[in-house]
Nanobody, 123 residues
Framework: QVQLVESGGGLVQAGGSLRLSCAAS????????MGWFRQAPGKEREFVAA????????SYADSVKGRFTISRDNAKNSVLLQMNSLKPEDTAVYYC????????????????WGQGTQVSVSS
């Protein structure tokens, strides 16, 4: 069982930065792929970024590539999402996710989800 708790959301002006953190419980954290999804009001949940269990492989949605960076620290059981050059369209609830095996850009394969943290970007 893995429990995920996100933090770091908030309100920021367009062009600003935020860093989201995800703290994971469970001694097998190091064997799980991790990722972030987001959901804006009235829209479907969408993939943001993912990282392999060893941190070597990363994947990003085209909409955030070059602006967001995902990283992990297995010694601290944590995953970070550094978000730069934020845009109003990045406004959403951001969810930390995890799964055994490799990364995925689809939501279905992820076994564990956090409660989410709100990110709001004003224009």
């Amino acid at each position: 069982q893995v429990q995920l708790v996100e933090s770091g959301g908030g309100l920021v002006q367009a062009g600003g930065s935020l860093r989201l953190s995800c703290a994971a419980s469970g001694r097998t954290f190091g064997s799980y792929a991790m990722g972030w999804f987001r959901q804006a009001p009235g829209k479907e949940r969408e993939f943001v970024a993912a990282i392999s269990w060893d941190g070597v492989g990363t994947s990003y949605a085209d909409s955030v590539k070059g602006r967001f960076t995902i990283s992990r620290d297995n010694a601290k059981n944590s995953v970070l999402l550094q978000m730069n050059s934020l845009k109003p369209e990045d406004t959403a609830v951001y969810y930390c996710v995890s799964k055994r095996g490799g990364t995925s850009r689809a939501a279905g394969p992820y076994d564990y989800w956090g409660q989410g943290t709100q990110v709001s970007v004003s224009s």
